[in-house]
């Protein structure tokens, strides 16, 4: 009886723990980054990445995509360490002219796919001026999802009006 008593209160823990391990994982954006700090003072902005409201550490993949002199480009984006956990800085990679877009997503290695992005446009003085974490409806939960070219190119148009 004790030998069950025990089983069923592991079942039951293990059950319990489920909906904390379980759901989608988010990504958000932190600008300015913070000045008094060695790890971003050089950086654009600061990619914190969490397993629901929990900090969680989560591989980054990032592309910077723009239009220089009428011609499309993208650069291979590199997120360093910041003092904080699950925190990434960004600094700029990127060149001066033009108009540009940041396409920053989270890629958890046990799947291997974008399972939440933030698009980033860049205002003409070279930093944010919107942000988008791009969701689609599951029940009443809003599951972040991965950005699409399209909402790339929509975005790169938006930078270009700014520009104007």
Known sequence: MLRSARHLAIALLTLAAVPAVAGPPWISIEYPANPHDQR??????????????????????????????????TVQLRF???????????????????RWVLNISLVPSETGKVEASALVVLGADG?????????????????????????????????????R
Do not use: C, K, Y
């Open 40 to 73: 971003t003072r050089d950086a654009v902005l600061v990619v914190n990445t969490f397993h629901h409201g929990t900090p969680s550490a989560m591989p980054l993949r990032g592309t910077a995509e723009g239009i220089v002199g009428g011609e499309r480009r």
């Open 80 to 98: 360093g360490p910041t003092e904080r956990a699950a925190s990434f800085a960004l600094t700029r990679q990127w060149p001066q002219e033009g």
């Open 127 to 163: 930093t944010p001026s919107r942000v988008t974490v791009p969701t689609r409806r599951d029940g009443p939960w809003s599951v972040p999802r991965a950005v699409t070219g399209d909402e790339v190119l929509a975005a790169l148009r938006d930078a270009g009006e700014q520009r």
